[in-house]
């Protein structure tokens, strides 16, 4: 509860909140405010925005609804963020359990095959994924999680080492728990809270890292996406600037919001260290 | 002396990394669809399959994959990257050719992000929880939330367009052929925009440890003994904590080489400069996998490179470190 309270009290957890919050119900009331596909044509292109009250925020390029694309990519947005953060941060865990774990060749293997993946550049790979597997939504969505999950991967590892000489683990091993009892039942839920809130830094650069890949034309284009529109948006810069504009604050407030959550959640747990 | 040994431990057991990631992006790679032949073909305006097999023996593609794995390894060691069919060239000799644009745009944002990073890092931690630590907190996360390419595309509209002063993209004007100074002046002057929108991010990542470590080295007792002893507070930040202080922020540039490499892909997109991050991304899109290979394995290298001289970097900040090896 204490941590709640805590949460509450940083002004700038609390505007997290309220912006990931907008951005769901966005991604929640697509259906209901622009219940026709967000892609379809809806009217005559390059509207500037408030000029039509039927397009609030313009038309694109081909003469499709702004809004209706802002709201239906939100959801694609926090679906790509959230589902790669559950790959990346599910391979971490195991990785850096076992390698924390065992410690020894399991350890050294692991940890070589982690440094391999940080020491290729992240977007590097995730290109070379995108060419080898072609770009659909679910495709994406895994070549996010799989280029993102070496740095849970060392924090779990790095609470593993900790824990796992402490002397509740030593009871359970006195006890007779085999390695996977132990593992899962008894370290993992403590090593687990400070990974769940690195959760909040992964997501946000998920989603970055999808957005620039979408701008890049390299993501799915048949959904409606931010990183598509801003993409599309580049041909008409000059003059319809808005085309680009609007779909990265969308992208700014999204994560914005997404890190100021993760932070607070940080600061309300490790209460300790907001000291400084 | 001793510096040098540590680095150069470091720098060998990349090796093993180096390989495992070459052999798994190579063994990735036998995953896509079509080969290098096929990307050939298609530039020909296709052709018969006797040509493809034809193309295939001379290209050393019609053997098992293990051994296609050891000629691509065996033939690197050569420095032999193999042959693009897309450029026409030899795909050391494309990526040399794109490689200078990208080292200036790294070095020149890393150079604008460390440096503004740092003088902020230090202004918010003086100031801290006050209002020029507000401010500089939350410009710096408001730049952390911001895309980059999207940023690019915006001082392209502000700067390039509405004011006009400085150019949209390209690595020099080729139309005025300038030379000398003029010429370095012309590229710097194309450089400004990109720099600025890859280095944001870093920005805001510098500016937050910055502060955080002037915070955590301002409460340490040598600092109150510099300060019994009457120092000046601007003496006590520039001689006794910048040095301490500066610590994690070299360590970041070794961990963040990577990042900066991938996110010169996207800028260089967007400001049409011809370094190696748009060479990838022609390369997926034209298919022409083995200068993606190649890509790979020499953006691997520049970071094992970039970690090396931060380990030299590091060392020569903290004596305490080559002192313990």
Known sequence: MGAIRRYFRSPAAVLGLVLLLIVIGMA????????????????????????????????????????????????????????????????????????????????????????????????????VLVAVFGSTLTTVTIAVGIVSWPAPARLTRAEFLSLRSREFVQAGRTLGMRDTQLILREILPNALPPVIVYAGVVMAVAILLESALAFLRLSDANVASWGNLIGLGRDVLRVQWYVSAIPGVAILITVLGVSLVGQGLNDALNPRLKQR | MRILSLAGRRLAASIPTLLLILIGVFLLLQLAPGDTVDAMMAQMGGGDAATARELRRFYGLDVSVPLQLANYLWRLVRLDLGFSAIYGKPVAAVILERLPPTLLLMTSALSFAFFFGLVFGVIAARGVNRWPDTLISTVGLIFYATPSFWFGLMAIVVFSIYLQWLPAGGFEDISTASTGLWRVLDIASHLVLPSLTLGLIFLAIYLRIMRASMLEVLNLDFVRTARAKGLDETRIITRHVLRNALLPMVTLIGLQAGTMLGGSVVVETVFSLPGLGRLAYESVVQRDLNTLLGIVFVSALLVIAVNFITDLLYARLDPRIAAES
């Open chain 1, 28 to 127: 929640l009331s697509a259906g209901y405010f622009y219940p026709r596909d967000p892609l379809a044509l809806a009217g005559r292109p390059l509207i500037w925005p408030f000029a039509n009250p039927r397009f609030l925020l313009g038309t694109d390029n081909s003469g499709r609804d702004i809004a209706a694309q802002i709201f239906h990519g939100a959801r694609i947005s926090l679906l790509i963020g959230g589902v790669a953060t559950l790959i990346a941060v599910s391979i971490g865990v195991m990785v850096g359990a076992l390698a924390g774990y065992y410690g020894g060749w399991i350890d050294n293997v692991l940890m070589r095959i982690t440094e391999a993946f940080q020491t290729l550049p992240n977007f590097v790979l995730l290109l």
